[in-house]
């Protein structure tokens, strides 16, 4: 008998070992199915203008025939760690007039570009104002704001005019071609200046060094300086067009003499960061675009402010018959397409997907790709389409939502964004979006088309569902 134990203990036969261990209830299967979807373009007036970019300039748009232009605003950075000895000892200041009191030599803004699209060799026209007051603090500004409107220009403050191209011919060659020249408009502002307490000085870098000896307080940081000294410049378009450029940053420079071991020439710099405020001014032609939104035949995404794309997703159809069922993978893919007009923009390299009722709020509570209710797409240059791998999280709550009174309850919306990579991140979609630091509306010049709309004769755009369902 023990024998005989032993012998079927150890048969080789183990065809129904997996069978014994597990449960007829646990046995599942694998269902898959592809639905439509509809999509359709959808004007949007304006988008929140962050800080990190800012664009001046003006363009005539391929594609409506519109010019696009683009005006900012800029404070400046003072460091509370270089508060006390922001200039020298006033002793030991040299620039003085002839009254003994301190002056600066020279005061000047410096606009810097790092890229630009159009002719660079198109004059453009710019106005330099003073602000009245700064941009409040806490408060959003969309591309639609307007300084001059909103009364927070100085009318009866420093107000100068340029004329630039962006190939500035008064530099040498061989200086423009250097590694680490950085193309910049200069724009001197040494007019005598009256402060808002009817004080005039030599200039306003005079106003500046004073403002710093006769009250230290106001440069403890950026937002005294801002709220005390100086709320910023506002950089408008006037005249010419054909160039479209993107800001570096903005500085205020002041230059002056002291006595060191010699009579020394030193300069202070005041710059715009991301540290305080910036905001971008969109101005283009709302009809036009009204009239790509109506062309069905296609949806856009277009920027700067700009036409988004509204995606019905058929949430009801995809869980009709699985509401038991767990959804593995939802894919959807947006191809693109250009005309010959299209192609002088670029398209979008990245797009976020997020519920139609977060396509604001989104970018004003500063969130990131959450590969739950939000996804990151990056633009395949192979295949020139966007590819959202898997939003089977998505489709499951917005089916939790349907109860819901929100007549968008399943829809999201294609947004073009700005995104800031971490160093780990890779060209894959679901890497990218777990690594995005920093997502943004884009303020630059793209213009995309994407297969879709009610009028489409391109193969439909469709989502690929996979379901993990018991066969019970």
Not at 82 to 90: C, E, G, H, R, T
Not at 218 to 244: E, H, I, R
Request: charged fraction near 20%; proline fraction near 3%.
């Amino acid at each position: 008998m023990l024998t005989a134990i032993t012998i079927s203990a150890c048969d080789d036969d183990t065809a129904n070992i997996g069978s014994s261990l597990t449960k007829d209830v646990d046995h599942f299967a694998i269902v898959s199915d592809t639905f439509d979807v509809s999509t359709r373009s959808i004007l949007i007036d304006s988008v929140l203008s962050q800080n990190s970019t800012c664009y001046l300039g003006r363009i005539k748009d391929p594609i409506t025939g519109d010019y696009i232009t683009s005006d900012y605003t800029s404070q400046f950075v003072q460091l509370e760690s270089m508060a006390s000895d922001l200039f020298p000892i006033k002793d030991n200041m040299v620039s003085r007039d002839l009254a003994d009191n301190i002056i600066a030599d020279s005061c000047h803004l410096n606009v810097y570009i790092v890229s630009s699209v159009g002719d660079s060799l198109a004059p453009m026209g710019l106005k330099v104002q003073e602000m009245k007051i700064p941009v409040a603090e806490g408060q959003f500004y969309y591309t639609d704001f307007s300084p001059e409107e909103d009364e927070l220009v100085r009318t009866d403050g420093i107000m100068k005019q340029k004329t630039y191209t962006f190939v500035d011919f008064l530099k040498s060659e061989d200086l423009r071609n250097t590694t680490n020249y950085i193309p910049y408009i200069n724009i001197p502002i040494n007019d005598p200046y009256t402060d808002k307490d009817g004080v005039t000085w030599s200039n306003y870098g005079s106003y500046i060094i004073n403002s710093y000896y006769n009250h230290p307080e106001y440069f403890k940081n950026s937002f005294t300086f801002t709220k005390n000294v100086c709320p910023g410049f506002y950089f408008k378009s006037t005249d010419g067009a054909g160039l479209m450029s993107q800001i570096y940053t903005t500085e205020l420079k002041v230059y002056y003499r002291y006595y060191g071991d010699t009579v020394t020439v030193g300069n202070r710099t005041f710059t715009g960061t991301t540290e305080v405020k910036q905001t971008t001014t969109i101005t283009n032609d709302k009809k036009r675009l009204q009239q790509l939104v109506a062309d069905n035949s296609c949806t856009y995404l277009k920027t700067p402010s700009g036409i988004f794309t509204e995606v019905e997703l058929p949430v009801e159809d995809i869980m009709r018959g699985h509401e038991h069922d767990s959804i593995t993978s939802a894919k959807i893919v947006f191809q693109t397409y250009q005309t010959d007009t299209d192609i002088c923009f670029d398209n979008a390299s990245y797009l976020v997907m997020v519920p139609k009722a977060k396509m604001f709020s989104f970018f004003e509570n500063n969130e990131l790709p959450d590969n739950r209710t939000s996804y990151l797409a990056q633009l395949s240059k192979k295949t020139d389409s966007y590819e959202f791998g898997n939003i089977s999280m998505l489709v499951t709550q917005l089916y939790r939502n349907r109860a819901s009174n929100d007549a968008d309850w399943n829809k999201v919306v294609l947004i073009p964004v700005e995104c800031t990579l971490g160093s780990s991140s890779t060209t894959t979609t679901t890497t990218t979006a777990t690594t995005a630091t920093k997502v943004s509306n884009l303020m630059s010049l793209t213009n995309t088309r994407l297969v879709g709309g009610s009028e489409n004769t391109h193969a439909p755009v469709t989502i690929s569902v996979i379901y993990t369902t018991s066969d019970d």
